[in-house]
């Protein structure tokens, strides 16, 4: 069975600090998709990062950056300089890989992200 | 190019009754996936439609039903509402083989 963990429920910084947000996944399979989605207060789950299993390169974009580490199964996703507009909640998810089908999503409880001016 | 569209946006429904929940995936996307989002539960997937075809369905009882059309437009069905149903139903749609499921606002459904 799948299960990610996002240990911190809550998070407040101020602006201009930078803030890493800790995902850690459990997976038999041996190939899998990883994300991070931000949820703002109007709902909208928007897509943020994929990342396969077998690529482990870090990515940056902008003020984000994601560090995969298949060793320790985590995920983490770092804001650096955050912005009051970052507050959010964002959640870390997990999915089988399948190739030419859409495969259910397994999603961490989430983590408020609070940015105070 | 659109997003996906959800509708209603807010809907209000007592214990017993029954409700319909509509999704318009992003135009070309084949794939359309239904989420429940409670306090909580958290984030939980309830069915995936393909081609009109469900694939994959959660662990959810037989009181929620979905299907696609050839339009690939989803609907989601609750019968019989319980109070434990209040949530925010959101509907993610993405391209035939790709990984990426880009998610509409949602439909916060309460049950009094």
């Known amino acids: 069975a799948q299960k990610v963990t996002q240990a911190q429920t809550e998070i407040s910084v101020v602006e201009k600090e930078d803030v890493t947000l800790d995902c850690v996944y459990e997976?038999?399979?041996?190939?899998?998709?990883l994300f991070w989605y931000k949820q703002p207060p109007s709902g909208e789950l928007v897509f943020l990062i994929r990342?396969?299993?077998?690529?482990?390169q870090n990515e940056i974009s902008g003020r984000y950056s994601w560090n995969f580490q298949k060793s320790t199964s985590s995920f983490n996703f770092t804001i650096t300089a955050s912005q009051v507009v970052d507050s959010a909640v964002y959640f870390c998810a997990l999915s089988e890989f399948y190739t030419g089908a859409n495969s259910k999503l397994t999603f961490g409880k989430g983590i408020t992200l609070s940015v105070r001016p | 190019k659109a997003g996906v569209t959800q509708t209603p946006r807010y809907l209000i429904k007592t214990r017993g009754q029954q409700v319909t929940l509509s999704c318009s995936p992003i135009s070309g996307h084949r794939s359309v996936s239904w989420y429940q989002q409670t306090p909580g539960q958290g984030l939980q997937f309830l069915f995936e439609y393909f081609s009109e075809t469900q694939r994959n369905k959660g662990n959810f009882p037989g009181r929620f039903s979905g299907r696609q059309f050839s339009n690939s437009r989803s609907e989601m069905n609750v019968s019989t509402l319980e109070l434990g149903d209040s949530a925010l139903y959101l509907c993610?749609?993405?391209?035939?083989?790709?990984?990426?499921?880009?998610f509409g606002p949602g439909t916060r459904l309460t049950v009094l």
């Open positions: 990342r396969n299993s077998f690529d482990e």
């Open positions: 993610a749609s993405s391209l035939a083989g790709s990984a990426e499921q880009f």
């Open positions: 997976t038999r399979d041996t190939t899998y998709y």
